[in-house]
């Protein structure tokens, strides 16, 4: 009997991964492959100055950015391996263990700052963005309560505050780091993910402005967040200065023009755009490939959105709803991570210190020498 039982919930693990779409689905697959091969090789072109300078080594950081696309790889190989049910049940804990970072951060010896900001946590040789894994640990987290509570969600305020009560705390421990840009993926994640879920608009706009209103009262009550904001706003007024990187972005935008520079033909990623191989590596696409390489990144991560929003309906349809909030979620969370960045990039919104997903590997750089 033992043995049946357990043939029982193998067999149901194994349909319930397949009826969320997330088996074989080759233009997922195919969109992935094709923005990791674009970031190694903009990796490999906007680093090699600068890994020539701070390690001899030119292709130093195209090493690197390739063991991580390896070790990620086979990292979702093993990730698809793990029931839907396994990640179901475990999203509480999950929860946990993103506050549990969050906390350990700020233990010295442990955590590491950078540019007045504790976010990275020592991993041996290398150090870890705990924000990175906190994004994913809140949408599963989400994704499992929308999938109890959808219907409670439609008719009652109170399960539509309880998570956010919890993202709350998420998102101090974050700003105490500081790390807004990472608050903000989080809370416009989860928003999305309410959205879907059908919670009703009157709700969803009063959250979506009280939302808003803080974000605002954060950036206008610190004083660096408003002189970034300032900046912004009018590079050119000091482009020697407060506005040096957006400005030395938009020229590396100005000389891409139609065609691009050519492969390798940067001149802006010879030490006058700063971090032009992490946070400003679109801009560094977008000179050396033209409109054609800036417009083709931002085909592929649209396709990436309307692959998740596809996978996610599948999902529903099947009645498997904690994977179609899961799929909704991963999607809302690369999709505006993206948008951020290529919108920083271009001058739409304040800088952030947010890479683009897939293209650019979340670690510092500085720490990793």
């Given at each position: ?36 091969t674009l970031g190694v ?148 994640s989860a928003l999305i ?177």
């Amino acid at each position: 009997m033992m043995t049946r039982a357990l043939q029982h919930i193998r067999n149901f693990n194994y349909r319930d991964t397949r009826l969320a779409g997330a088996s074989n689905d080759a233009w997922l697959s195919g969109i992935v492959l094709a923005l990791l091969t674009l970031g190694v090789i903009m990796v490999a072109s906007a680093s090699i100055t600068t890994a020539d300078r701070q390690t001899t080594q030119p292709f130093y950081y195209l090493w690197r950015q390739a063991m991580f696309i390896i070790a990620g790889l086979g990292a979702a190989t093993l990730v698809r391996r793990i029931p839907l049910l396994w990640w179901e049940n475990a999203s509480r804990m999950l929860l946990i263990a993103a506050v549990v970072m969050l906390v350990i951060v700020f233990i010295p010896g442990l955590g590491r700052t950078l540019n007045g900001s504790t976010r990275w946590l020592a991993l041996g040789p290398i150090s870890f963005q705990v924000s990175e894994a906190v994004k994913l640990c809140t949408i599963v987290f989400l994704a499992g309560y929308l999938a109890r509570h959808d219907e409670a969600l439609r008719t009652s305020l109170a399960a539509l505050w309880r998570p956010l009560a919890v993202l709350s705390v998420l998102a101090l421990l974050l700003l105490i780091e500081p790390d807004l840009g990472a608050t903000v993926i989080i809370f416009g994640s989860a928003l999305i993910m309410l959205f879907i879920a059908g919670t009703p608009l009157k709700y969803f706009l009063s959250l979506a402005a009280a939302v808003i209103a803080i974000f605002t009262a954060l950036v206008f009550t610190s004083p660096y967040r408003l002189k970034r904001m300032i900046s912004f706003s009018d590079p050119w007024a000091d482009p020697f200065n407060t506005g040096f990187q957006l400005t030395q972005a938009l020229i590396a935008f100005g000389r891409g023009e139609w065609w691009g520079v050519g492969l390798g033909g940067s001149v802006q990623k010879l030490f006058y755009l700063p971090e032009a191989h992490t946070d400003f590596i679109y801009a560094v696409l977008a000179e050396e490939l033209g409109l054609l390489g800036a417009l083709s990144v931002i085909v592929l991560f649209g396709l990436l959105c309307w692959r998740a929003l596809l996978i996610g309906r599948r999902a529903r349809e099947a009645q498997q709803d904690f994977a179609a909030y899961l799929a909704w979620g991963i999607g809302a969370w690369l999709g505006l991570q993206a948008f951020v960045n290529i919108a920083v990039n271009m001058g739409l919104l304040p800088t952030k210190g947010l890479t683009l997903p897939l293209l650019v590997t979340a670690v510092p750089a500085s720490l990793f020498v």
